[in-house]
């Protein structure tokens, strides 16, 4: 096997930013109603002005920043609908906006280190020249706080060795839980999901289990044969959470939807599960 040294160097970044969830909960809720349900209850007491006024402030700062943000807001409202049984159809966009914004905050990922490349061949090749491959990296991004999360980079090696990087998106975005509890942190198993608009590049998956509270650290990612002639990408992490750190694995098979699941046994203890993967090579023509 022949070996080759590229010059790319990725870095830190500390303006890259995502808005995502902000689970009041999770800090403490105390007696009914919930601090949630209080704060809900004081956006849907503003009158239209003060709404509308509210609002434009928050758009004003996070807009220049951040993509789709009025999306985000709605979708995270709509996630706050389900769960306590809200009538939608009698707040107005502008409310359910800003009710949206006050359960969203804004995180930079990567503002103290990009770290720990893994690399696979990417699920779609269409297009590719013989001899080149588009490959998918997932990384180690540090940021506030010292919390690890998972971001990714798509790019292309081509047939004589170079390795180029398709540009990031200038907003990132943040996968999510659908449905649980704004009450506790969820806790086992979880499936976490790519917005819809969000290329791969511009995704980062985010701790969100209990055990995985303060970090989701270097994932190894491998693209699996099934006997079907199916893939399935899969890979191991470490979740940590402050005081203990726990092996998981990651899969998926469409890069839209991701388990994280939790291991058990003799090898997944510590970080015993954690393998360096390798690019396969591309198909025979």
Same mark, same amino acid.
């Given at each position: 096997?022949?070996?080759? *040294?590229?010059?790319?160097?990725l870095r830190a970044d500390p303006s890259r930013v995502v808005v995502r969830p902000f689970h009041i909960a999770w800090g403490g809720q105390g007696n009914p109603p919930?601090?949630?349900?209080?704060?809900?209850?004081?956006?849907?007491?503003?009158?239209?002005?003060?709404?509308?006024?509210?609002?434009?402030?928050?758009?004003?700062?996070?807009?220049?920043?951040?993509? !789709?943000t009025r999306r985000v807001f709605m979708t995270r409202y709509d996630q706050l609908e389900d769960m306590l049984g809200l009538n939608g159809a009698e707040i107005g966009?502008?409310?359910? !906006?800003?009710?949206?914004?006050?359960?969203?905050?804004?995180?930079?990922?990567?503002?103290?280190?990009?770290?720990?490349?893994?690399?696979?061949?990417?699920?779609?090749?269409?297009?590719?020249?013989?001899?080149?491959?588009?490959?998918?990296?997932?990384?180690?991004?540090?940021?506030?706080?010292?919390?690890?999360?998972?971001?990714?980079?798509?790019?292309?090696?081509?047939?004589?060795?170079?390795?180029?990087?398709?540009?990031?998106?200038?907003?990132?975005?943040?996968?999510?839980?659908?449905?649980?509890?704004?009450?506790?942190?969820?806790?086992?198993?979880?499936?976490?999901?790519?917005?819809?608009?969000?290329?791969?590049?511009?995704?980062?998956?985010?701790?969100?289990? !209990?055990?995985?509270?303060?970090?989701?650290?270097?994932?190894?990612?491998?693209?699996?044969?099934?006997?079907?002639?199916?893939?399935?990408?899969?890979?191991?992490? *470490?979740?940590?959470?402050?005081?203990?750190?726990?092996?998981?694995?990651?899969?998926?098979?469409?890069?839209?939807?991701?388990?994280?699941?939790?291991?058990?046994?003799?090898?997944?203890?510590?970080?015993?599960?954690?393998?360096?993967?390798?690019?396969?090579?591309?198909?025979?023509?």
């Open positions: 096997m022949d070996l080759f *040294t590229h010059e790319m160097r919930s601090r949630t349900e209080r704060l809900i209850g004081e956006v849907l007491q503003m009158s239209d002005a003060d709404t509308r006024e509210q609002l434009e402030v928050v758009l004003k700062d996070f807009e220049a920043r951040h993509w !789709q966009d502008e409310r359910r !906006q800003l009710i949206g914004a006050y359960f969203c905050h804004e995180y930079s990922y990567a503002a103290a280190a990009l770290m720990n490349p893994s690399a696979v061949p990417h699920f779609d090749q269409s297009g590719m020249p013989t001899g080149s491959m588009r490959i998918l990296m997932s990384m180690r991004a540090v940021g506030e706080g010292h919390i690890s999360s998972v971001a990714f980079r798509e790019g292309i090696i081509t047939d004589d060795r170079e390795l180029k990087l398709a540009p990031e998106p200038p907003f990132a975005t943040a996968t999510d839980l659908v449905g649980g509890s704004e009450n506790e942190m969820p806790v086992g198993p979880v499936t976490v999901f790519r917005h819809r608009d969000s290329t791969l590049s511009g995704t980062v998956i985010f701790p969100i289990t !209990q055990a995985q509270s303060k970090g989701l650290e270097d994932l190894r990612i491998v693209r699996f044969r099934h006997d079907d002639g199916t893939y399935e990408w899969i890979g191991t992490y *470490t979740a940590y959470n402050g005081a203990q750190i726990q092996s998981e694995l990651m899969r998926t098979r469409d890069f839209r939807a991701f388990d994280l699941v939790p291991m058990t046994g003799g090898a997944a203890r510590n970080k015993g599960m954690a393998q360096p993967s390798y690019i396969a090579p591309p198909p025979a023509a």
